[in-house]
């Protein structure tokens, strides 16, 4: 496997990644911003516009009574998308799997 080209590397949406995974876990109590900006090296405006960003997409929700972040709903969607398509996925291999090992 090559290495990824680094010209396609974006500091700014490597940070919004990295704040996906901070956030995660965090589903209940949330991070404050200045948790997320501390954890991430970096000021507190670039937090307050990725949080928008993330936001925008339904990856990220503020708690009304706290002011703190947790993941949004759209990540709990992607799980469990993928989760769907494994089983399916494991439901046909146990079909293949049954018609090769069958005995005649």
Do not use: C, H
Not at 30 to 43: E, F, H, Q, R
Not at 64 to 73: N, Q
């Amino acid at each position: 496997m090559t290495a990824p080209n680094q010209n396609y590397i974006n500091a700014a949406q490597q940070r919004l990644l990295k704040a996906i995974v901070l956030l995660a876990g965090n589903e209940f109590a949330g991070l404050a911003p200045s948790d997320l900006a501390k954890a991430l090296k970096t000021n507190p405006s670039n937090v307050t516009r990725d949080l928008a960003n993330l936001k925008e997409a339904g990856l990220a929700e503020q708690l009304p009574d706290t002011g703190r972040w947790r993941l949004g709903p759209k990540v709990v969607q992607i799980a469990v998308a993928f989760s769907a398509q494994l089983a399916t996925s494991a439901d046909r291999l146990d079909e293949i799997r049954q018609r090769y090992t069958r005995q005649p």
